[in-house]
């Protein structure tokens, strides 16, 4: 008897949106098979099929851990996908690598949380997921903190008269003190940002900043944030953004805001 094949979950949509137009061609995770609906009363669940063997568990752990080509490749095409899904229906898009045993597991999986997904469409319903980036010029903003720092100021005065080696310790203590007030100017002034535009959305979420290693930029990210935005306040947001950008721009402050996207921050379903 063949082993039951293992069903990869791109996303759900509400069945009488999937059900208003034929579903597209997709190419499925293992650049084989092609993506599929499957019913399951108001939400219709967006899959394909794996092979057991080559997707088991380990060798995807194995994969991740190891392969970072691999690892790129599948979660591009997973965001890709989402993407491409997005622009033709409301979508509850799904972590990456999310994956059933088969079709049945999984469908007693959604069944059971029917309630809490139809729920989440609703709240996603005339919405969109934007995400804002601030980046900020941190040589810049170094020169104008200890600048308007009194505390700094007073310091380097003090130690001018010191003996040149006396004098490298202190500046080394007054370099850590700069950084220091840098990230709380840095934090200060993006949470104050972040206040004035989350009066446009329905949701805000404060995410992780990603390293230059992740961005090859050369400035640092300061902030990064998503917003879950009404359809009809999306340009005031992005006109706001525009607006604070002119206005801090000359200090070194970059804002950065993309969308719409699948909303992966405001319908988590695990």
């Known amino acids: 008897m063949e082993m039951d094949q293992l069903i990869y979950l791109y996303g759900l949509i509400p069945t009488p949106a999937a059900a208003q137009k034929s579903f597209p061609s997709f190419q499925?995770?293992?650049?084989?098979?092609?993506?599929?609906?499957?019913?399951?009363?108001n939400v219709t669940a967006v899959v394909c099929r794996l092979d057991p063997d080559e997707y088991s568990e380990?060798?995807?752990?194995?994969?991740?851990?190891?392969?970072m080509e691999w690892l790129q490749?599948?979660?591009?095409?997973h965001h890709e996908t989402m993407v491409k899904l997005y622009k033709e229906y409301?979508?509850?898009?799904?972590?990456?690598?999310t994956i059933y045993k088969n079709e049945q597991s999984m469908y007693d999986k959604i069944q059971a949380s029917e309630e809490k997904i139809e729920q989440t469409?609703?709240?996603l319903e005339g919405n969109e997921e934007w995400n804002l980036k601030i980046y900020c010029d941190d040589e810049k903003l170094k020169h104008d903190v200890s600048k308007n720092?009194?505390?700094?100021?007073?310091?380097?005065?003090?130690?001018?008269?010191?003996?040149?080696?006396?004098?490298?310790?202190?500046?080394?203590?007054?370099?850590e003190l700069v950084e220091e007030e840098l990230e709380k100017e840095k934090n200060r002034v993006c949470e104050k940002l972040h206040e004035k535009l989350k009066e446009f959305s329905v949701k805000a979420e404060i995410k992780r900043?990603?390293?230059?290693d992740i961005t090859g930029l050369k400035e640092n990210m300061a902030w990064n944030s998503v917003f879950l935005l009404p359809v009809a306040k999306v340009d005031s947001f992005l006109d706001e953004v525009k607006r604070l950008e002119k206005e801090r721009g000359q200090n070194g402050w970059r804002f950065e805001a993309s969308g719409p996207w699948p909303a992966y921050h405001f319908s988590s379903f695990s």
């Open 28 to 41: 499925g995770f293992d650049g084989e098979s092609e993506l599929y609906t499957i019913p399951i009363n």
């Open 58 to 67: 380990e060798t995807i752990k194995e994969k991740i851990d190891n392969d």
């Open 73 to 77: 490749g599948k979660a591009f095409h």
């Open 90 to 97: 409301p979508v509850i898009p799904l972590k990456f690598c």
């Open 121 to 123: 469409f609703e709240s």
């Open 149 to 175: 720092n009194y505390e700094i100021e007073a310091k380097k005065k003090e130690i001018s008269a010191l003996t040149p080696g006396r004098r490298f310790f202190e500046m080394k203590k007054i370099d």
């Open 209 to 212: 900043n990603w390293s230059r």
